[in-house]
């Protein structure tokens, strides 16, 4: 089992940038492939980026390529997800996602295991 707990969201102007943080406690981090999502207001909950165990691997959705980045730290047992030149259409709660098959970098929410609470992001245009 493991606890997520994302924090670093807030309300911030399009252009600007902020930098989410995953921490987790329980099982050790490097045991999970971890995932950024995020739900938009009446939408449905939407794959943002993930990253391999070792952090060797990484992957993005279109939306986001080139803007943002996904990093972990083992050690610290946490995961970030830096994210520069936001939008409005970046408004959204983000979810940090643990999936226990480290052997694959999935994309879907059904593949991931473990949830955090989420933590607001607003951007104002």
């Known amino acids: 089992q493991v606890q997520l707990v994302e924090s670093g969201g807030g309300l911030v102007q399009a252009g600007s940038s902020l930098r989410l943080s995953c921490a987790t406690s329980?099982?050790?981090?490097?045991?999970?492939?971890m995932g950024w999502f995020r739900q938009g207001p009446g939408k449905e909950r939407e794959f943002v980026a993930a990253?391999?165990?070792?952090?060797?691997?990484?992957k993005y959705a279109d939306s986001v390529q080139g803007r943002f980045t996904i990093s972990r730290d083992n050690a610290k047992n946490t995961v970030y997800l830096q994210m520069n030149s936001l939008k409005p259409e970046d408004t959204a709660v983000y979810y940090c996602?643990?999936?226990?098959?480290?052997?694959?970098?999935?994309?879907?929410?059904?593949?991931?295991?473990?949830w955090g609470q989420g933590t607001q992001v607003t951007v104002s245009a």
């Open positions: 329980g099982r050790t981090l490097n045991s999970y492939t």
């Open positions: 990253i391999s165990r070792t952090g060797s691997n990484t």
């Open positions: 996602a643990a999936d226990t098959n480290f052997l694959r970098v999935g994309t879907l929410v059904l593949e991931y295991d473990y």
